[in-house]
């Protein structure tokens, strides 16, 4: 009867060696894609809710105190604004649609209690926006913030409304 020969491992335990695995873990590592996450944009830090106090002032100087919520969607290159402002005698309630690019902000900007609306332009950098709004009515916006609290500036020309002030932290 012929004689067998033992089968002979086809990997050999001595080529397991952790060392020897090490330029091929190396190798994988390299050529896995990493994710890179892309640059913030600066409307990114107002998403969401907020809420707050502040100030209208209409026609002829009167002044009145404001309860206002604040909610922003969008994010990237887009921003949508809505906030809502409530006094003694009136509302506020201020529509947004921006779009920035290279630091310029373009967009559309409406107060529809007193019904005025016009085109918004500006700039955004770290922390804040500055806007100045024409067409049915002119006026400027500016938007202070962190990503826990913000401050908002509106003076208007040509309507009842001539200015509101309002300090907002996040909901």
Request: proline share 5%.
């Amino acid at each position: 009867m012929p004689k067998v020969r033992p089968m002979r491992p086809l990997i050999r335990p001595s080529s397991l060696h952790p060392m020897r695995l090490v330029p091929a873990l190396a190798a994988a590592l390299l050529l896995t894609p990493v994710p890179v996450k892309a640059d913030s944009s600066p409307f990114d830090t107002l998403l969401g809710s907020w809420r707050g106090s502040g100030q209208i002032e209409l026609d002829k100087g009167r002044k009145e105190r404001l309860k206002c919520s604040a909610y922003y969607t969008g994010g990237g290159s887009q921003l949508g604004m809505a906030i809502r402002c409530q006094s003694e005698s009136s509302n506020v309630e201020i529509r947004s649609k921006l779009s920035e690019s290279g630091g310029r902000v373009t967009g559309t900007w409406e107060e529809r209690t007193f019904n005025a609306s016009g085109n918004a332009s500006g700039q955004v950098g770290a922390g804040k926006i500055s806007l100045a709004v024409s067409g049915g009515v002119t006026g400027t916006m500016s938007v202070s913030y962190t990503s826990s609290s913000q401050s908002v500036s509106i003076t208007t020309q040509n309507i009842a409304l001539k200015s509101v002030r309002i300090d907002l932290t996040r909901s």
